[in-house]
């Protein structure tokens, strides 16, 4: 134990808290920027197993920022080279590689025996199915996100309010890394703070983060925050849903260009998001809408526009890059 006698010095986590963290098991989706910070942290602090989850490889533009990662490491895995950089680490920390996308077909698996779950992901859909099963699971859900120079972590679910209770409407417009930019510090300091949130989770330091969200502004040099303990979940929210899982009997609907992808599915309808409103297109009585596009965010958008003039069921489906980018 004696690598870790400096935390466990610390009255608020002690020897006790060193053995809950030892037991605990944890699973990261996404390995890039924040998961760096969150990750060298964790594993160094002596949690006992990590399922990481991220379908992409190496790049060089990924280098300024994803410090897990060195140049021999361009082309491979990020969960295999992340693997070997932690186990160097720490190699009494059990770490999963799962070279995959999580999308609501498969989150369910890959959450099993969590005792927390750590959203490190570039996808607000990725978040949102994570929440969701969160909820329904009582699992902690520690969610964080940077653009730019701003960023946000939050503690979420397990007892606590869900992502979606506290952000229950979308922006109009989301960023994201690579269309926004983002600076590499900005993402070290949101990734310990998420790190930290799960060490007092896993830990029960008190008091505990749960229901506690914390903002960083770089440029402006400074932390704020909120607690939200007293959130609503809201009802008959629209939910993602895994694209094997659309029925035959959906009114479905594809909000792509038609030079962006071909159809979903033949029988799809190409809408636009205009389309929907007090006069626009609805599903029949008893019929589910299904609305479908690259990142989900313009099926939110459609899906709030429809949900003003029709009162059925509403799914969102997230059908990521035709190449394989979910973000």
Excluded at 21 to 43: E, F, H, K, T
Excluded at 132 to 160: H, N, W
Excluded at 173 to 202: H, T, Y
Excluded at 244 to 255: A, G
Aim: aromatic content about 6%; hydrophobic content about 45%.
């Amino acid at each position: 134990m004696s690598r870790y006698d400096r935390q466990i010095a610390v009255e608020a986590f002690g020897a006790s808290g060193q053995r809950r963290l030892g037991a605990a098991r944890a699973l990261v989706v996404g390995a890039g920027g924040l998961a760096a910070p969150v990750l060298q942290y964790l594993v160094g602090a002596g949690l006992g197993s990590i399922r990481l989850v991220d379908p992409d490889r190496v790049e060089r533009g990924n280098l300024h920022r994803q410090t897990l990662f060195r140049m021999e490491d361009l082309g491979r895995a990020k969960v295999v080279a992340a693997r070997e950089t932690l186990a160097a680490l720490n190699p009494d920390c059990a770490l999963e590689p799962v070279e995959a996308r999580l999308h609501p077909g498969n989150a369910a698996e890959l959450a099993g025996g969590a005792d927390v779950i750590l959203d490190c992901a570039d996808s607000f859909a990725v978040s949102y199915v994570l929440s969701d099963l969160c909820r329904d699971k009582g699992i902690p859900f520690v969610s964080a996100s940077v653009i730019g120079t701003e960023g946000y972590v939050g503690a979420f679910c397990g007892g606590a309010p869900s992502l979606r209770a506290v952000f229950p409407d979308l922006p109009r417009q989301l960023g994201s890394c690579a269309a926004d930019g983002v600076l590499g510090p900005v993402l070290g300091v949101v990734g310990s703070l998420q790190a930290q949130m799960v060490l007092a989770i896993l830990a029960e330091i008190a008091p505990s983060p749960l229901g506690r969200l914390v903002s960083y502004d770089a440029r402006a040099h400074r932390f704020g925050g909120f607690d939200f303990a007293s959130a609503p979940e809201p009802a008959n929210a629209p939910v993602f849903i895994a694209p094997d899982t659309i029925r035959t009997d959906d009114f479905l609907v594809d909000l792509r260009a038609e030079t962006e992808a071909p159809l979903v599915r033949p029988e799809a309808l190409r809408l636009s998001v205009d389309a929907f409103g007090p006069t626009g297109p609805h599903p029949a009585p008893g019929q589910r809408a299904v609305l479908c596009c690259r990142s989900g965010l313009r099926a939110w958008t459609a899906a709030e526009r429809l949900s003003a003039a029709w009162p059925g069921e509403i799914a969102l489906v997230a059908l990521g890059d035709p190449q394989g980018d979910a973000a």
